[in-house]
């Protein structure tokens, strides 16, 4: 004879059920929350300290420059790149390298003056290089680097006026 589950067996799932289910909902919401944190659009700098580094390029058409097509004369140029922080204005200076339009070398100099600011800057010092050294200039644009979103904009500000100070040298 079969037997049919009583009341009180069905009460009793249903009392752990509920509860386990809303837990799983509730730790859904928070993985969702916490994963699109780092995807927030640049309008602040942010507290996290993880190492994460991103970087934007555009492909190469022909796999590389050559001397006689770059447009950019080699040399070293020194600028100051800006930005603007919820703190407000922000430069930082940068020395880029070039040769046939490859950035052969880079220094990166932050002149914060706010410790948050400094700190931001130092975290994208640290970590910037392998993004850009042997890249072809038109091909670097930096988004986020080690938890910093606005100092790269200062370096790809930098990065503006060295490709106008090469194209006309």
């Known amino acids: 004879m079969d037997e049919q589950p009583t009341n009180e067996s069905q009460n009793s799932f249903s009392k752990f059920a509920i509860p386990a289910v809303v837990i799983v909902i509730i730790a859904v919401a928070v993985f969702a929350y916490y994963t699109t944190q780092g995807n927030k659009p640049a309008t602040t700098q942010t507290t996290q300290?993880?190492?994460?580094?991103?970087?934007?390029?555009?492909?190469?058409?022909?796999?590389g420059v050559t001397k006689a097509t770059s447009p950019y004369k080699d040399g070293q140029y020194s600028v100051i790149g800006n930005y603007v922080s919820p703190g407000g204005p922000r430069e930082v200076g940068v020395v880029i390298t070039l040769k046939d339009g490859v950035i052969t070398d880079s220094v990166f100099t932050g002149k914060a003056q706010d410790a948050e600011s400094q700190r931001f800057q130092g975290e994208f010092a640290d970590n910037y290089k392998p993004l850009v050294v042997g890249k072809n200039i038109d091909e670097v644009s930096l988004t986020k680097v080690s938890g910093s979103s606005l100092t790269p904009k200062g370096f790809n500000d930098a990065l503006d006026k060295v490709k106008a100070e090469a194209k006309n040298s």
């Open 49 to 63: 300290t993880t190492q994460t580094v991103e970087a934007t390029t555009a492909p190469a058409a022909t796999g």
